[in-house]
């Protein structure tokens, strides 16, 4: 199926900008394949690299889908990677405008800078608004991370884009940046600023300098002022820093270049793939798009793969970036292959997760495929929730009716960094650790069974902080600050935090129970281990409390506090829905096909009647001595 296929080193002149008065030069890759001709024209794709990175990155996707006949042009990403201008997190007024005018290059609109000029890329008339296109060609894109925001950037404001895969990224970046993980207005959208992610924000900004001093060459403009950066970030940066808290306009810089901001305008099919090993563009992330999606009647579907920021490493036969032969893979091909090439094969629009507990033989295959490790959902939330109850100062309990009152009694502390769970994508090897006496913890007895939780728990709890709501009441950042997590402790007392999520929240009023959205998880407590709800002061990778002061928790009988937990039954975990590979099989006719007659029966027959699905056909026996004969409607 593989075929030969060209690879050409383009520039493209493009002018960006709210008001397109911003040139920025954009590198690229053109891959042909020998079969696209304007005689024969194919689909096209584009593909951009994650933050860093640059458009070799995709030099593997590009050749595998180009062997399968599909145009690719793989670009970098303004401020990376020979690309120049600063960079503008996605911006759809900069990142966005670059993109568009690829789409147009690709629609044979426009030449690229040497005025190589294309003609053999499939081209559409109408729009995904419903309105006639000029140089509308058929493409698609994908790529994870700042190149998954850069798909909906360009998507957003160019109705050519037939459909995007984009891969573990965001849906509001302030959330992204200083989550709040209560007080939501809209998916993760919240209306109390959040804490800073202190070790994420510093990484992107320690990226993007080394990034704009590797660029100099290309566009020496992009280090003057804020380096490498809209001079918007660096602001943004020292104002976090120093507050740990978003005020409104880092907010505002934030939501500008998220998708949250302007869903309504995404209505082609969009395939989300989200890491569960991912403390920067959580589960929520993809959730909150998704839901937003399908609400509008987009097709749309999430898969929950288990590599992401915090740990990029696919489980073997899970996704090849040069592979369309993993589970991933064909599900990604498969994708593009029914929305771009019409192929009859119709992807399911559902979710699947990967469950790291089921053992697939991998280490025994020479080609592992790690489809038997995915089950699916049809639709979100993916499990029921199952409700246990804070009693006493430490306890989790399953009946309401045994919950004992209590008061859990800590500390927060200026700046204090209590407890450590990781240092972004750097380390994640280290236990986890809190400090005694800055946190408290509500535990289950051991567990009869084994416990599958599949998606997003939630905690209600009444918490005072007499200090941090007193200055609070003047200064947001001033506000308690706590963060959020579930421990899996086994019999010998070893803790397990699930790929080290936790949610920080700020508590905006503490007369009223505050509800808590923790880590979306897909992890199996075993029979005989505890789940341990921890509400801790601080965390090494976070900026923490401004006021120091005692933090209690109170339990009581008559409105206890919650935690709810989505939890699947082993038997309720469907296994995985995959449109059929494209060339691994032959379409039947809906109308016509043949049945086989027994040798010792064919005298007797005269004639049958046959069900499909339910669906009566007739006229199944032709002649008496027929061995084979038609059916039809």
């Known amino acids: 199926m593989a075929g030969p296929f060209t690879v050409k080193a383009l520039s493209f002149a493009t002018t960006v900008g709210p008001a397109s008065d911003v040139p920025c030069t954009v590198a690229a890759d053109l891959y042909t ?11 096209a794709l584009m593909a951009t690299n994650g933050f860093g990175g640059s458009k070799s990155d995709l030099a593997g996707f590009a050749r595998a889908y180009a062997a399968r006949g599909y145009v690719v042009l793989a670009y970098s990403g303004l401020g990376f990677g020979g690309s120049g201008c600063k960079i503008t997190l996605d911006d759809p007024d900069f990142d966005g405008k670059a993109g568009r005018e690829l789409v147009t290059f690709l629609g044979g609109g426009r030449s690229a800078s040497d005025g190589t000029r294309i003609d053999y890329v499939k081209r559409d008339a109408v729009g995904s608004d ?149 403390t920067l563009f959580n589960l929520q992330e993809s959730i909150a798009t998704f839901r937003s999606l399908r609400a509008r009647g987009v097709p749309a579907k999430m898969i929950w793969q288990s590599h992401g920021h915090s740990d990029s490493s696919p489980e073997p036969g899970e996704l090849r970036i040069d592979s369309t032969d993993t589970y991933q ?98 380390d994640q090897t280290p236990p986890v650790t809190d400090v005694p006496g800055s946190f408290a913890q509500y535990s289950t007895p051991p567990l009869a069974d084994d416990t599958d939780v599949v998606g997003v728990p939630t905690a209600e709890f009444r918490i005072s902080a007499p200090a941090s709501a007193a200055a609070g009441s003047a200064s947001v950042p001033q506000l308690l600050a706590v963060f959020v997590k579930l421990y899996d402790i086994a019999p010998d007392g070893t803790i397990t935090l699930k790929r080290r999520l936790i949610s920080p929240t700020r508590v905006a009023d503490q007369t ?48 206890p506090g919650v935690l709810e937990l989505p939890v699947a039954s082993p038997a309720g975990q469907e296994p995985v829905v995959e449109a059929q590979a494209p060339g691994n099989a032959r379409c039947a006719s809906r109308r016509k096909f043949r049945v086989t007659v027994k040798r010792s029966l064919r005298a007797r027959v005269r004639s049958g009647r046959v069900l499909v699905n339910a669906s009566a056909w007739r006229r199944c026996v032709a002649g008496v001595r027929a061995r084979w004969s038609t059916c039809a409607r």
């Open 512 to 559: 009223v129970p505050v509800k808590v959205e923790l880590p979306g998880i897909v992890h199996r407590f075993a029979k005989g281990h505890r789940i341990a709800l921890t509400i801790s002061t601080g965390d090494t990778a976070y900026r923490t409390n401004n006021v120091t002061g005692p933090v209690s928790i109170t339990t009581d009988p008559a409105r």
């Open 33 to 43: 394949p020998a079969s696209a001709t304007a005689a024969t024209p194919k689909p």
């Open 329 to 426: 893979g064909r599900t990604f091909l498969a994708w593009f292959d029914h929305y771009l090439k019409d192929a009859p094969a119709k992807p399911s629009l559902d979710i699947s997760y990967f469950r790291d507990w089921v053992d697939y033989g991998a280490a025994k295959l020479p080609v592992p495929d790690a489809t038997p490790a995915f089950a699916r959902s049809a639709g979100y939330p993916v499990a029921p929730s199952r409700r246990l109850f804070l009693s006493s100062t430490n306890a989790l309990v399953g009946d309401a009716g045994s919950v004992v009152a209590g008061t859990s009694v800590f500390g927060a502390v200026t700046g204090g960094a209590t407890s450590f769970t990781e240092v972004s994508a750097i």
């Open 130 to 278: 419903g309105r006639p296109t000029v140089d509308d060609p058929r493409v698609g894109m994908f790529g994870g991370s700042y190149g998954g925001q850069s798909q909906f950037a360009v998507a957003g404001i160019d109705p050519r884009v037939d459909t995007i895969v984009p891969s573990i990224t965001w849906n509001d970046l302030a959330y992204s940046l200083a989550p709040n993980n209560t007080s939501f207005s809209n998916g993760v959208s919240y209306e109390t600023p959040g804490v800073e992610k202190f070790d994420w924000v510093s990484l992107f900004f320690a990226v993007g300098l080394v990034n704009g001093a590797s660029g100099l060459q290309n566009d020496p403009k992009r280090n003057v002022g804020c380096p490498n950066f809209d001079d918007r970030a660096c602001v943004a940066k020292a104002q976090l820093d120093a507050e740990g808290a978003p005020n409104a306009a880092t907010i505002a810089f934030a939501r500008h270049a998220s998708v949250s901001s302007y869903i309504d305008a995404i209505r082609i099919p969009t395939l989300l793939a989200q890491g569960q090993a991912d």
